[in-house]
């Protein structure tokens, strides 16, 4: 701080209204050459406010300790806040984490190879793409968190492209965008996450492309993740797809059973989910959960609710507890059953035979357990209801549906519905 300017202050503390003072000059910083004092303001506005309010004051002031002294008001440019723009990297996004497999074994090595050899790659850009869930950003940030091993000096810049566009906007506000590009520009590693959304943004669009030459010539290395191959997307400027497509695209494709199980078995095995799933129960699982990995892992983190909450012991994790856990993400494909067969299993779980469910009794325990065999003979065959009851005793379709209805009241009940579960289950493994 310059000494004229603290000086002044004390002056200026005296002869300025109290509250003017403390808005205005006080947050003003001062750096002094000699000839000229310079006073930085913080914004636009203070900058205004004092050249047409303060200025005469303050130079008055400034020259009773300084005659010769110029003063000039400028804006104190920040330096870029690198928090602001990048985005850390997930730390569990290593390649050690990651599960192999036919789906990523090809981006997986690809991936490796660019992040051991940052500088010469021949590979830029490199984008990989796929589906939501499939694992992208785990692949990419992978590589940054090798590369940063391998040469902790790099500057490695992780942004997911929305974050890009709001600093795009917000430079706009602030008339900073120079900032903003020397920002991006500084990266040695280059990772933009969800590059389609960039599609109709046009400045942002506009921007990159600078970006993006800038690196590129500079041999800096850049990956992108996109939903798609970037020669797709749609409202996408031609020159960008044209330099996006030069470089290597590589395809995540979801992964095959085996891999899913394995994902399974490994997740499982975390510290924060910490249940013990056999390889059999994983299959099973995975059997079911056919989309992506993200909901792979929704499934293990809901059925370690389940078995925090309902204290099971974590070893004795059955296909009939992850029935109960998981509920709908399990639904059991099983459609056209044998009404033969409904009867069987029905009558079994309730200690009953199959008769007793055609027979005209009234006992309530045999009636929960016709209209139950009635229910899921309507859920699960292709029968019609006037077939069903023929089935039942010769009974007419009133009281079919009759039936329907008492079970789809009763299913409220916790163990009716437990049982309804286990028969289905039972079903579905025939
Ligand atoms: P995307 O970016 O393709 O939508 P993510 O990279 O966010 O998908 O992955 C979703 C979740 O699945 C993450 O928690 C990630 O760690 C996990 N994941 C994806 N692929 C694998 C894999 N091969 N092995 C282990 N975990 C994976
Ligand atoms: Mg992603």
Not at 120 to 148: E, R, W
Not at 310 to 332: M, Q, T, Y
């Amino acid at each position: 701080m310059s000494q004229t300017w603290t000086q002044c202050l004390n002056t200026l503390k005296d002869t300025i209204p109290l509250s003017q003072y403390s808005i205005w000059v006080q947050p003003l910083k001062a750096l002094e050459d000699g000839e000229t004092l310079t006073l930085l303001a913080p914004n636009t506005q203070t900058k205004d406010y004092i050249n047409k309010n303060l200025k005469t004051q303050i130079k008055a002031v400034v020259n009773q300790h300084n005659k010769d002294l110029k003063i000039f008001i400028a804006i104190d440019k920040k330096p870029v806040n690198n928090k602001r723009h990048a985005t850390p990297l997930f730390e569990d996004y290593t390649f050690d984490n990651l599960v192999l497999g036919n789906a990523n074994q090809m981006a997986y090595g690809a991936t490796k190879q660019i992040a051991e050899n940052i500088k010469g790659s021949p590979y830029n850009p490199f984008i990989i793409y796929g589906g939501s869930g499939l694992g992208k950003t785990h692949l990419m940030q992978a590589a940054g968190h090798l590369a940063k091993a391998q040469n902790p000096n790099l500057k490695i810049l992780y942004v997911p492209l929305m974050d890009f566009v709001r600093n795009i906007t917000s430079s706009l506000r602030h008339n900073n965008i120079e900032d903003i590009k020397l920002f991006y520009q500084s990266a040695d590693l280059l990772l933009v996450d969800d590059i389609h959304l960039i599609a109709g943004k046009e400045k942002s669009q506009e921007e990159f492309f600078h970006i993006f030459n800038f690196l590129f010539n500079g041999k800096k290395q850049i990956i992108f993740t996109c939903d798609q191959p970037p020669k797709k997307i749609k409202l996408l400027e031609e020159r960008l797809k044209t330099r996006f497509s030069q470089g290597l695209n590589l395809h995540l494709t979801p992964p095959e059973l085996e891999m899913r199980a394995a994902i399974l078995l490994k997740k499982s095995q975390n510290e924060n989910i910490n249940i013990e799933l056999t390889e059999d129960v994983a299959l099973f699982i995975a059997g079911h959960i056919t989309s992506n990995v993200r909901d792979l892992e929704g499934a293990l983190l809901k059925l370690k609710a389940f078995v925090d909450f309902s204290k099971i012991d974590n070893s004795f994790i059955s296909k009939e507890v992850v029935e109960a856990a998981l509920g709908d993400l399990i639904k059991p494909q099983i459609k056209n059953i044998d009404v033969n067969d409904i009867q069987k299993e029905v009558a079994k779980h309730y200690a009953l035979t199959v008769s007793d469910l055609s027979s005209k009794s009234r006992k309530q325990h045999i009636v929960l357990a016709r209209q139950m065999a009635i229910y899921i003979c309507h859920e699960l065959s292709s029968l019609s209801l006037n077939k069903i009851g023929k089935q039942f005793g010769n009974r007419d379709h009133s009281t079919v549906i009759h039936a329907i209805k008492k079970i789809k009241e009763k299913l409220e009940n916790q163990d009716i519905k437990g049982d309804y579960d286990l028969i289905k289950l039972r079903l579905a493994n025939l």
